[in-house]
């Protein structure tokens, strides 16, 4: 699925990605989507939980190996 914007969290450990993604988000319009990419294995719990305390919608997730895809919705 294509996205509005990316964002490469590989690297940074919890709570960094949900961070760099909370900030991103704040810049998007409304159902304008994020695609987050990480290689911290915490953060696909993070993202649902996320996105339940913040009401954006959490559109996708998928493994590839070491990385964790993460499709953000702007609430």
Do not use: H, W, Y
Request: glycine share 6%; proline share 3%.
């Amino acid at each position: 699925m294509n996205a509005d914007k990316e964002l490469d969290a590989r690297g940074l450990n919890c709570p960094l990605p949900i961070l760099k993604a909370k900030k991103a988000l704040a810049d998007m319009l409304s159902g304008q989507t994020l695609r987050v990419i990480s290689s911290d294995a915490g953060s696909v719990r993070d993202f649902q939980a996320f996105a339940k305390q913040t009401g954006n919608v959490l559109v996708e997730q998928q493994t590839v190996g070491d990385e964790f895809f993460t499709i953000l919705k702007r609430r």
